[in-house]
């Protein structure tokens, strides 16, 4: 099985990974860590945007910590892990990436790092729920119980 698991450094995606991490894969299943750089050119000329004057470089730099501590967070998964970093829109470059890799299953969390930005580009979770070529699961962390 192959398993894309999109992370961006946010609090959804540390609930994205202990799902991962805490299922019991079938054998031989491969699990994709994605992070996806966000072209510069693509976000608005706002400076409280994310990622505004940042260079390609920086945004590929946190891509790639991102994705180097969230293969360290899957460490004991009964699957093989690796690392794949791009850059280019997160919405398209997910399902891109899923489409050309023959993913069975892809992995988002249901909301990423700013809602800024999320207001100007859209939910990346829908995007990819709409688009992809196979299942997506969207990861939340558990709501608490109100006991009132
Ligand atoms: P959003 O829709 O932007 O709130 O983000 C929802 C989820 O999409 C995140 O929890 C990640 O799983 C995924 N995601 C968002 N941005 C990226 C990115 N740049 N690279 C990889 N995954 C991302």
């Known amino acids: 099985m192959r398993v894309l698991v999109a992370v961006d450094g946010s609090e959804a995606s540390e609930a994205e990974l202990r799902t991962v991490r805490e ?9 994709r860590v994605l992070s996806v750089a966000p072209d510069p050119v693509i976000i608005p000329e706002m400076g ?3 990622d505004v004057g940042q260079t390609r470089e920086t945004l590929l730099r946190d891509a790639d910590g991102t994705v180097k501590q969230s293969v360290a967070a899957l460490h004991g998964v009964s699957a093989t892990v690796e690392p794949a970093v791009r850059s280019g829109d997160p919405r398209w470059t997910i ?4 489409a050309n890799w023959g993913a069975d299953l892809i ?4 909301h990423g790092r700013t ?4 207001l100007l580009l859209g939910s990346v979770a829908e995007y990819v729920a709409r688009h992809a070529p196979c299942s997506v699961e969207i990861a939340r962390e558990r709501q608490r119980q109100s006991t009132a």
């Open 23 to 31: 299922r019991a894969w079938p054998p031989g299943t491969t699990i």
């Open 48 to 50: 409280a945007v994310a």
């Open 107 to 110: 992995v988002v969390g249901s």
């Open 95 to 98: 399902v891109d990436e899923a």
């Open 115 to 118: 809602r800024l930005a999320r």
